[in-house]
């Protein structure tokens, strides 16, 4: 075979670097031995390896080249199969940001693979890693739990830790090792291998959903807005270093920024903050605003005493309502001018999303109290004025209740029977009237919050009898039988904690309503039954029942749901006043009714311990006679 024959062979890829290792043979005299190409006639293309040396003349001239030629394609194609696999493996881990290492115990030496070696931030040595470098690399407060997985690892022979790890380039990256023992033919363990994954991302965001959930817990409890603001600013900087943040909020009175909240900034930056008084008007539309501040003349002087703080603004983002209202700024500060990065922006997004949640909460809370405390006012104001109207209406009345009684009981000039009736309708009417003006005064006494409790221990099954006794007549009128008292779960302590006189009130309007609104000879039926709390008291008739809809207006002042044009006489505000004399007595109130069954009115009070005297009832008085509503 000639030398042309023998290039011809060559793989043209090969080509060249076969002739520069001849070459290197004849004129360098260097080894040749190579590895490469050959194309068979058939087209099929195969590995040598060839091997030889240049045999010369007694002056050293090269006469010829003597060696040796071996087909190594089978050897070659697994050396590229496992070259192709170490190269898929290689990509599989950066991908993954997960490496491989492993560690002898006998020298210490660890093999670390290229991504792992990325992943804890160190260049690899050509010698290898020593354990001793590695473990200087770990977070000294991690330590001790890469000590008590070393026990683990020994005694169950795996084992999963986080840690973190220092890297060269002055970052702090967390990873989580993944590792296994290593053992020899005789069983005994000599070392250990495993895994290496970069999981600061997902760290990261396990801290912000902390972070977040934190600040969230603020804002629901209603923390000082202050508050809330200084721990979104402080986990903020925690997670991003080197970065100082401030928050600007609008004055709606003046429409003017002011710094709100900036723990960590100078106190001379935040003073001048304070002074600088930003009109709102000079915020752009866009929610990004980093080139308008860094460029525009509106905010001069934002940048030079920032400036001056050595404070460079390397974000700033508007803080807008769901609505779109604006109601503050937020800026991120760097050490270093012109340091704006993806991540500040990220963060800034993320600020200015829960910084707009407590500043709109917090708003929306001023405003609703403001309204709240509008609505009390305006409703002390109507209360003052019910009352002093109802007490001025008395003295006019008395003087007509006065005269028609006396009409009534002067037996000098005996009236006709004509005059008798006028002089009973307006004795009638002038009844109804005062009753109206009770009413009305008790309303206003409830709401201005001057009512007066005496709270004691009420025997129920005693003052339901007294009630149903002053409420038998207008039943018996109307053919209604009211049924005594019963008790339905037979507890012996039918006490309950509560105001006699209020409580008397609220039964005899219960009692009459079940009077005025129930069918002609129908049936009342007063009981009562213990609570978890106390006692509940159950004024239960056979009237036509209320339908759901009148059921949600019951409690409404004057709302009579229709009985005005029944011709049944009422003012609409019993039931009110019944409510909230209950409430205040820490008691609840209710019905269960439905249409065309009757309804069972329902009264909820605390129990109280039975007295150790027999309790005595007073005597009834005409007054308390004419209190039943």
């Known amino acids: 075979t000639s030398?042309?024959?023998?290039?011809?062979?060559?793989?043209?890829d090969d080509r060249l670097q076969v002739n520069r290792a001849i070459e290197n043979c004849i004129q360098h005299d260097m080894d040749y031995d190579i590895e490469h190409r050959i194309v068979w006639p058939d087209g099929s293309v195969h590995w040598a390896h060839e091997s030889g040396d240049v045999i010369r003349n007694a002056s050293g001239v090269a006469l010829r080249m003597l060696g040796v030629v071996q087909d190594i394609t089978q050897r070659k194609a697994v050396e590229l199969g496992l070259a192709e696999e170490q190269r898929r493996l290689k990509e599989a881990q950066q991908i993954g940001a997960i490496g491989d290492w492993s560690l002898k115990f006998a020298d210490d030496s660890m093999h670390y693979s290229d991504e792992a070696a990325r992943i804890v931030g160190q260049l690899v040595p050509a010698d290898g890693f020593e354990l001793s470098d590695i473990f200087a690399r770990i977070n000294p407060q991690d330590r001790q739990a890469i000590a008590l997985d070393n026990k683990e690892v020994l005694k169950l022979g795996q084992s999963k830790v986080n840690f973190r790890i220092h890297t060269d380039q002055g970052l702090t990256r967390w990873v989580q090792t993944v590792r296994s023992v290593m053992r020899d033919p005789d069983d005994n363990i000599i070392g250990f291998r495993g895994t290496v994954q970069d999981i600061s991302a997902r760290k990261a965001a396990e801290q912000q959903q902390l972070h977040s959930h934190r600040v969230l817990e603020k804002i629901a409890q209603d923390a000082p807005l202050a508050d809330t603001l200084a721990l979104l600013i402080e986990q903020a900087e925690a997670i991003q270093v080197n970065r100082l943040v401030a928050i600007l909020a609008v004055d709606p009175v003046s429409e003017q920024l002011y710094c709100q909240a900036a723990p960590s900034l100078p106190s001379t930056l935040v003073a001048a903050l304070h002074a600088l008084k930003i009109d709102t008007q000079q915020l752009p539309q866009q929610a990004n605003i980093i080139e308008h501040i860094s460029q525009h003349s509106d905010w001069q002087d934002l940048r030079q005493i920032s400036t001056a703080a050595n404070c460079f603004i390397c974000c700033a983002r508007s803080i807008e309502s769901s609505c779109g209202q604006l109601l503050g700024l937020l800026l991120i500060y760097s050490p270093e001018p012109n340091s704006a990065s993806n991540e500040s922006r990220s963060l800034s997004n993320d600020l200015s999303h829960f910084a707009a949640i407590a500043l709109e909460q917090k708003q929306s809370l001023w405003t609703l109290m403001e309204a709240k405390e509008d609505a009390v006012q305006a409703n002390r104001v109507k209360s003052q004025f019910l009352s002093r109207i109802s007490h001025d209406l008395r003295t006019p009345l008395n003087a007509i209740m006065g005269f028609g009684q006396l009409l009534d009981?002067?037996?000098?000039?005996?009236?006709?029977?004509?005059?008798?009736?006028?002089?009973?309708?307006?004795?009638?009417?002038?009844?109804?009237?005062?009753?109206?003006?009770?009413?009305?005064?008790?309303?206003?006494?409830?709401?201005?919050?001057?009512?007066?409790?005496?709270?004691?221990?009420?025997?129920?099954?005693?003052?339901?009898?007294?009630?149903?006794?002053?409420?038998?007549?207008?039943?018996?009128?109307?053919?209604?039988?009211?049924?005594?008292?019963?008790?339905?779960?037979?507890?012996?302590?039918?006490?309950?904690?509560a105001d006699r006189k209020c409580l008397k009130q609220v039964l005899l309007n219960l009692l009459s309503n079940a009077v005025k609104y129930n069918h002609h000879g129908g049936s009342i039926f007063p009981h009562y039954q213990s609570t978890d709390q106390g006692l509940r008291i159950l004024i239960t008739d056979s009237g036509p029942g209320l339908s759901v809809d009148q059921q949600s207006k019951l409690f409404t002042p004057f709302e009579r749901l229709g009985a005005e044009n029944s011709g049944v006489k009422g003012s609409g505000i019993g039931l009110v006043i019944a409510k909230s004399l209950v409430e205040n007595m820490a008691g609840t109130i209710g019905l269960d009714s439905k249409l065309g069954s009757g309804s069972t009115f329902w009264i909820a009070l605390p129990r109280a311990p039975a007295p150790t005297l027999p309790s005595t009832s007073s005597s009834l008085s005409q007054s308390e006679k004419s209190n039943c509503l």
């Open 3 to 12: 030398f042309e024959n023998f290039q011809a062979a060559i793989h043209p």
């Open 409 to 497: 009981m002067d037996n000098s000039a005996p009236l006709s029977q004509r005059q008798r009736r006028s002089v009973a309708e307006i004795n009638k009417a002038s009844e109804y009237l005062l009753e109206l003006i009770d009413d009305i005064l008790k309303l206003a006494e409830i709401e201005s919050e001057h009512l007066e409790l005496h709270l004691e221990a009420i025997d129920v099954a005693e003052l339901l009898a007294e009630c149903a006794a002053l409420i038998t007549p207008l039943a018996i009128a109307r053919d209604i039988d009211i049924r005594p008292a019963r008790n339905r779960d037979g507890q012996a302590n039918s006490h309950i904690q």
